[in-house]
């Protein structure tokens, strides 16, 4: 692949913002791709139509289309596996948006007596599609430009493996501080770990982190901030944000 690649965070179940985001990309060519960090799903209003819109993109493209997994995909797939409700229950995960846009109820109380049981069950409201398209999905990839992951690699101090000698775990749910100090491999983007909290903390901050080779993408869609896109080689970035503003920058 030697075109360009358009590498969008985590977009949390904001479908509004990501169809505008991708209106207002350039056309797809052939030789570019689409990357997806991962996290469709929870918080935003409608999981349901993101993830439609994703497992849609491969035949609206001439270009590939790269879907990662991110920690929201694996933690229900883990709920479903495992029957563990931890990562349901706390409302800061969110995933009781995602059950209201998948039963199509947006005043649903999923801790209401006659929702609780279903809710706790996101085999019952998930589509098995849906399940099937979220155990496809790889955890990392990697292009001329740059490698993706969802949150990390393996590794402390100065020294990281490379995704494929990493840990799911590493891949998926990783926000080790040496990393994003220490880390100094080939260029490296990633979402997971909001931009506001990465070093230095701003809470104001909007726009994508950079680090030497590290990006950071996940701008806090789903929780009020923009959706963003970062294309390479260029290193331009388009944003969405939630009144409907588009943004062009550089990082």
Known sequence: MSGRTFVIGD??????????????????????????????????????????????LPEATAGQVVCL??????????????????????????????????????TADPFAADHVRQYFEPASWLPAPVVAWMRSLPLWHRDVHATYVHAGVEGEGTVWAAPEASSPAALLWQREPDFFAGYG???????????????????????????????GLDTGAGKGGPLTCLELPSRAVLQVFPDGQLIRSTV
Do not use: C
Request: charged share 25%.
């Open 185 to 215: 491999g080939p260029p490296l983007v990633f979402g997971h770990t909001p931009v506001t909290e990465l070093p230095p903390d701003d809470a104001t901050r909007t726009g994508p982190w950079a680090r030497g080779p590290l990006i």
């Open 11 to 56: 977009v949390h179940g904001e479908r509004a913002m990501l169809s505008q985001l991708l209106a207002a990309l350039p056309f797809i060519a052939p030789d570019d791709a689409l990357v997806f960090l991962g996290d469709y799903l929870d918080r935003g209003p409608d999981s349901r139509g993101v993830i439609e819109m994703l497992r849609r």
């Open 69 to 106: 997994r991110g920690n929201h995909e694996d933690a229900l797939l883990k709920a479903i596996d495992d029957r563990d409700p931890s990562f349901i229950l706390p409302p800061g995960n969110g995933v009781a948006a995602s059950y209201r846009a998948f039963i199509d109820d947006a």
